[in-house]
């Protein structure tokens, strides 16, 4: 039998071979990539929260129901409050664990544990400081109902982490996984929701940096000139607040009672019984993340950069001026941007108002925190800005060995050993020492080391307030401590408790006088009619300085000597101007019995919410909308200053001429479409580097409200020095403000070319939303999961609409209204809320960032708080129910 051999298959031509191999290839690539697709869209999917059905749970004592709205916003109701503190906690961490799990990192000085050697100089400032410490003293000294509601909270919390684990709770713990694959998530503990506290009082510390620019300045002129000279600049650069420009917030402070126990003062959380309605590693230790110029900046921008803008506006309108003869009152505080946003909106509700289940409350919370720091329940209203008195004193100590010089004797350091442990890297072993006055912070950040070198100010007393040649004849080296009121244990955190509570302004005075730090402005209002403000928190009496500039530690007459008496801190209740404006301007004026601080706000942006008040009522009552448009204004107050001056300069070109021309019909206003308030802020930045730090010896500059006071002063004398600057060959102001000028039209056709009329503001002062974590880490892929943006915006530094950039950096927006509300007293489902963000800190949920757009346009949100009209917006309701 013969066979025949196979006929070889016919070969294909080189180009269908290629065409077929490529196709394999991209067949393979697409498989891949759409398998990769499923698996990164698995991935960020299942740490999505569970938001409607039934859930079972350990722990709870009866159901619980979670109703969301449109915008994923619960509204918790339980039958007592374990059940409802322990569903907060639960829902916390369904949406914002990983945020919550940062932050406690933060504040207990380990963030190199997650992120590796990079953060180790931060964790070792911070654990200097001993927030943690001082956070697990106030848990430890808690009164037994305040304490088992941060236990219900942190159990509930943990009834979550027992149900999830890495991915599962994020997309973040995928990420860090990779190369950080030994990290554990640990239980949670009421101290980790306390410390967080810690963490806001620093970044609403005001004046520390101040203080220090001021002295490290006085230093460095003081070789050069006449000590009188040095303070000439100095108090010339850092003016007094313009009390006969600006108000103040208590022109004439108000008789009330006197609380009846100012030692305890606030009561026992619901003073009156509610009764009826008629009462009632390498993951990261190979990230590069966003480079910080100092640890002290680093800590910052880890818990909320107190950059330009830091600060908050609110007011309050009594009845007497709106629509419906009931008082109006709005918040809207300044605060870093932050991707998920600060805030995290929730209400809570007992199913029954009792004594023992005292909440019917809703507002502003911050995740990793039991109730509700910023709202309303169903009797009073309030809000919070940054109070601005000066809370923090740097002390020059002299040291040797471990013993520190006291009224001319030698007493022993305080010193403790930490270990700061590393992600990937070796365990660094920390000495910490501490005064009298508290931590010694030189020699953690290249400031306060500064202000230790001895070879700075040893020709005389430039630094400190007060002799120190007693100093020069001590043994030893010079250092650094800082003495704040937030490193003394106290009671903001019960005083929380007490505000959701309160039902009347002496209750609200009573939740007050706990609230130790941060130190806030509260404005108040009720249902009743009456409007009110308070002064909290602990404000030392000084000794012999007043902190503007270091203190010598050696020396207790510069010690503080105590605290305020709260019966004495500025309070005002009803005033007959009809309203309370705080906006971080000056408390009261100088003939205040107490030194409060000459570090505040300027005043531009509480000057200009009176105005709008007082116009408002003028053309008619009051309403709602007018309270957000005020909100909104985003007039510049130094722009209108330019645009004057700007009229008489001549400059060369005739797209300098196209530009400047602009400036004479612009009316002011920051709007994020305005091709004028494009060229104005670029103008501003220019006129001030020209005049401040385009300098052989660049002089500080600081907050764009503190510029306005300077800036204004010297447009009024053109024979002012400063106007001369030979490094850029400047003589006088004429010639200053033609270069500038020029150079600003140059940079913006740099940045958005040479047609005038395209140019606009808001694409300019745009703000990017960066994960504070894996936004930064210098990852293009990683930043592209979390960061969202560039969102263009209006407004800007010391305005109303306080959207601050960094003059020198970018324009981009940093600092922002964090949230915005406005509250009817006269129908709490008439008020309306926003914020930054969302809800969800899961990137790519649907709630991530689905209120940043309304955010962007002033716009806000009607906010449900009457059980009707929560059941009407509810799209999704979970019930929680105890286990079997």
């Known amino acids: ?218 230093a460095e002129v003081g070789d050069e000139a006449a000590p009188a000279d040095s303070m000439d600049l100095l108090e010339q650069l850092y003016p007094a607040y313009p009390f006969d420009e600006n108000p103040v917030i208590v022109p004439k402070i108000s008789t009330v009672p006197a609380l009846e126990d100012e030692t305890d003062a606030a009561p026992a959380i619901f003073t009156t019984d509610p009764g009826d ?42 009845g007497s001026l709106t629509e419906s003869g009931l008082p109006l009152l709005s918040n809207d505080p300044h605060l870093g941007a932050s991707l998920p946003s600060v805030w995290y909106q929730v209400q809570l509700r007992c199913s029954k108002v009792t004594v023992e289940c005292p909440f019917d409350v809703g507002g502003f ?48 350091l305080d010193v403790r050993e930490e270990t700061v442990k590393v992600a990937g890297g070796e365990d660094i072993d920390l000495t910490i020492r501490s005064t009298a006055h508290g931590p010694i912070i030189s020699g953690l950040t290249d400031d306060f080391t500064a202000l ?12 400190v307030q007060g002799e ?23 009671k903001t955190a019960t005083a929380i408790f007490a505000l959701d509570t309160a039902q009347s302004f002496e209750d609200f005075r009573a939740a007050a006088s706990q609230f130790d730090v941060p130190a806030q402005n509260l404005i ?76 505040w706000d300027y005043g531009y942006r509480a000057a200009r919410i009176a105005y709008l008040i007082e116009r408002t009522a003028a053309a008619g009552p009051i309403t709602a909308q007018d309270m957000r448009d005020i909100q909104n204004d985003n007039q510049m107050w130094v722009g209108k200053k330019l645009a004057t001056v700007m009229a008489d300069v001549e400059v060369a070109g005739d797209g300098p001429k196209e530009a400047v021309a602009l400036l004479r019909t612009w009316d002011a206003q920051n709007n994020a479409d305005s091709a004028a308030a494009a060229y104005a802020n670029v103008l501003w930045s220019n006129l001030v580097l020209n005049v401040f730090a385009n300098r052989e010896e660049p002089l500080p500059y600081g907050s764009q409200s503190r510029l306005f006071t300077v800036m204004d002063a010297l447009l009024d004398d053109p024979s002012d020095p400063l106007w ?25 056709v740099s940045l958005q070319g040479n047609v005038a009329s395209r140019w606009n503001w808001g694409d300019l002062h745009a703000i990017t939303l960066t994960s504070d974590t894996l936004g930064s880490s210098g990852i293009a892929p990683i930043e592209a999961l979390f960061n969202r943006g560039p969102y263009p915006v209006g407004g800007g530094a010391s305005v109303v609409n306080a959207t601050g950039w960094s003059i020198g950096e970018s324009y981009a927006t940093t600092t922002v209204p964090s949230m915005r509300m406005v509250i009817d007293l006269a129908d709490f489902d008439s008020s309306s809320w926003n914020h930054l963000t969302g809800a969800s800190g899961h990137a790519f949920h649907q709630h991530y960032v689905d209120q940043t757009e309304d955010w962007a346009a002033g716009i806000q949100t009607v906010w449900a708080f009457s059980p009707d009209a929560v059941a009407e917006a509810t799209v999704d309701t979970l019930v929680l129910t105890p286990a079997k």
């Not at 207790?556 to 009809?578: H, Q």
């Open 1 to 218: 039998m013969t066979t025949e051999s196979p006929q070889p298959a016919a070969r294909r031509p080189l180009g269908a071979r290629i065409g077929r191999i490529a196709f394999g290839v991209v067949a393979g690539l697409l498989v891949i990539a759409v398998a990769a697709a499923f698996f990164v869209v698995w991935t960020i999917q299942r740490s999505f929260p569970q938001t409607s059905g039934e859930l079972e749970l350990d722990g709870l004592k009866a159901q619980v129901s979670v109703q969301r709205d449109s915008l994923g916003v619960p509204t918790i109701t339980a039958d007592s409050s374990h059940d409802l503190f322990f569903a907060e906690g639960f829902v916390h961490a369904q949406d914002r664990f990983f945020e919550m799990d940062f932050r406690r990192h933060v504040t207990s000085g380990r963030v190199a544990e997650m992120f590796g050697e990079s953060q180790a100089p931060t964790d070792m400032f911070l654990r200097t400081l001993g927030w943690r410490d001082v956070a697990e003293q106030e848990v430890e000294a808690m009164d037994e109902t305040t304490l088992a509601y941060y236990q219900a909270y942190a159990d509930g919390v943990n009834a979550y982490l027992s149900t999830r684990d890495g991915a599962k709770l994020s997309l973040e713990y995928a990420v860090l996984g990779i190369q950080n694959p030994d990290y554990q998530v640990e239980p949670w503990e009421p101290a980790d929701s306390v410390a967080w506290l810690k963490a806001m009082a620093w970044d609403l510390r005001t004046n520390i940096e101040d203080e220090t620019e001021r002295a490290l300045l006085v």
């Open 452 to 463: 230790a070198d001895g070879d700075v100010w040893a020709d005389g007393d430039a630094l």
């Open 365 to 412: 919370s911050f995740s990793g925190l039991p109730g509700i720091v910023i709202g309303h329940n169903s009797q009073v209203a309030w809000g919070f800005t940054n109070l601005t008195t000066d809370v923090a004193d740097l002390y020059i100590e002299k040291v040797d060995g471990d013993s520190y010089w006291r009224d001319g004797a030698l007493v022993p």
């Open 524 to 599: 108040y209002a009720d249902i009743d009619g009456n409007i009110g403000y308070q002064a909290p928190g602990r404000l030392p009496i000084r000794g012999a300085g007043d902190g503007w500039l270091p203190q010598p530690g050696w020396d207790s007459a510069y010690d503080w000597t105590g605290y305020i008496p709260f019966e004495e801190l500025p309070v005002s209740y009803n005033p007959s101007s009809g309203y309370i404006v705080t906006a971080n301007n000056a408390i009261v004026t100088d003939d205040y019995d107490y030194f409060l601080s000459r570090d």
């Open 468 to 490: 120190t040649d007693a100093a020069a004849a001590m043994t030893g080296e010079y250092a650094v401590s800082l003495r704040w009121t937030a490193l003394d244990p106290g």
């Open 277 to 318: 309605d008629a009462t009632i590693q390498t993951a990261v230790t190979t990230v590069e993340w966003q480079e910080a110029e100092s640890v002290v900046e680093a800590a910052s921008l880890l818990v909320g950069d107190v950059g330009e803008g830091i600060g908050s506006n609110s007011w309050v309108v009594s």
């Open 724 to 748: 001369t600057n030979e490094q850029i060959d400047v003589n006088g102001m004429d010639e200053m403000l033609t270069l500038s000028a020029e150079q600003a039209y140059d940079e913006l």
